[in-house]
């Protein structure tokens, strides 16, 4: 089991940022690659970021050039610096873990509002 607890939603205006961290515990060791997703109003859940257990990342072309994700093995945190943040990146931000036995566990998301 893994247990993923994430912070650092809330409201900001056009343009600002914002930086969210995930909190991972549990079967840390078994850990292989973590990710955000995000859910917006009346919208199907879609990926923003990933990264590996090297720090190998990618992005969603929507978020590519304003958000960073980054890791901490050491803290067992992840992290999505958000900046020139924009109304349509309002959603419902997920923390993701994939085991190495592909198992998954989601966290239970934090809300981040732009507003114009």
């Given at each position: 089991q893994v247990q993923l607890v994430e912070s650092g939603g809330g409201l900001v205006q056009a343009g600002g940022s914002l930086r969210l961290?995930?909190?991972?515990?549990?079967?840390?060791s078994d850990i292989n690659n973590m990710a955000w997703y995000r859910q917006a109003p009346g919208k199907q859940r879609e990926?923003?970021?990933?990264?590996?257990?090297?720090?190998s990342t990618n992005y969603a072309d929507s978020v590519k050039g304003r958000f960073t994700i980054s890791r901490d093995n050491t803290k067992n945190t992840v992290d999505l610096q958000m900046?020139?943040?924009?109304?349509?990146?309002?959603?419902?931000?997920?923390?993701?873990?994939?085991?190495?036995t592909a198992t998954g566990y989601w966290g239970q998301g934090t809300q981040v509002t732009v507003s114009s």
């Open positions: 961290s995930c909190a991972a515990s549990g079967r840390i990926w923003v970021a990933r990264i590996t257990t090297v720090g900046n020139s943040l924009k109304p349509e990146d309002t959603a419902v931000y997920y923390c993701t873990a994939v085991l190495r």
